[in-house]
């Protein structure tokens, strides 16, 4: 049972890592901003679960569950924000190519937002 165990624990701990690397590629790789956000986000919360959950099972402690569940909730929470608030601004300021967007949604709001329109 400890053999397989530590085989378990093995795959999830480089499948982790090798989804954060992928992360750190899609980074250095894409061409524009969206897509560099895309990969900042998606593989590295699957990457923080992959390597939390073998650490879990490595350490075989009820007591270490709820602080890893802890850490995991808070990247799951925060990394959208963050990308969100990444894509915004990067929108506003005419860092995204606009013309390769299928469906921009926030050209509206930009618009009304820079004529002063208020909806009082």
């Known amino acids: 049972m400890d053999l397989f165990l530590e085989i378990v624990v093995a795959v999830l701990m480089i499948v982790g890592a090798l989804m954060s690397l992928i992360a750190g590629v899609g980074l250095l790789t894409f061409p524009d901003l969206l897509t560099r956000m895309h990969a900042a986000t998606k593989p590295q919360v699957?990457?923080?679960?992959l390597i939390f959950a073998g650490?879990?099972?490595?350490?075989?402690s009820w007591a270490l569950v709820p602080v890893l569940v802890l850490a995991w909730g808070v990247q799951l929470l925060t990394a959208p924000v963050s990308a969100h608030m990444i894509g915004r601004s990067g929108y506003r300021t005419k860092h995204v190519n606009r013309e390769t967007l299928y469906s921009d949604e926030l050209r509206t709001v930009v618009e009304n937002a820079s004529h002063g329109e208020d909806k009082d």
């Open 46 to 49: 699957l990457g923080f679960l």
């Open 55 to 60: 650490l879990a099972i490595h350490l075989r």
